[in-house]
């Protein structure tokens, strides 16, 4: 059986929100794709076996023109992969301003408005297929 992630669409909020966002942007070992899913309460599952590890993208280019310390040509390339199997289109060039403005996605955290809690959720299931997804780069 091959490994599979369920992204939760409505998951913990507080520290969980936190943690996931400071993985994210410092370690970048995160994935995304496929946008956000309106339903509360459902899981999304992302199959990971056999994903693509690589591939080119405004997450990819943010990652890699802001130079982070982690940041490498392969594991730019696993975190805009995983964006692709995650986040929409508009989610991944909303998502690419956070590589030079990392205080957006804290406003997006604070933000009551139903379409930030939507797009936290995505950014939230980006973030943990990434981690797995690019864990060894």
């Known amino acids: 059986m091959g490994a599979m992630m369920y992204c939760r ?3 913990a909020l507080g520290m969980l929100r936190l943690g996931l966002a400071g993985a ?15 339903q509360p309460n459902t899981l999304t599952p992302v199959t990971l076996e056999g994903a693509q590890r ?6 990819g280019a943010a ?22 199997l995650t986040l929409s289109q508009s989610e991944q060039q909303r998502s690419a301003r956070f590589f030079a403005e990392p205080e957006l996605l804290q406003q997006v ?6 379409a930030s809690e ?5 950014w939230a299931a ?12």
């Open 24 to 38: 994210l942007m410092l370690g970048l070992a995160a994935c995304g794709g496929g946008g956000a899913n309106t």
């Open 118 to 122: 939507r797009f936290w959720y995505a």
């Open 109 to 114: 955290k604070l933000s009551d408005s139903p």
């Open 63 to 84: 990652c890699n023109v802001h130079n982070r310390r982690t940041a490498s040509k392969a594991r730019c390339g696993c975190v805009q992969a995983a964006a692709n």
């Open 54 to 59: 690589f591939a080119t993208g405004p997450i």
């Open 9 to 11: 669409t409505k998951p």
């Open 126 to 137: 980006f973030a943990e297929t990434a981690e797995t997804l690019c864990a060894d780069l």
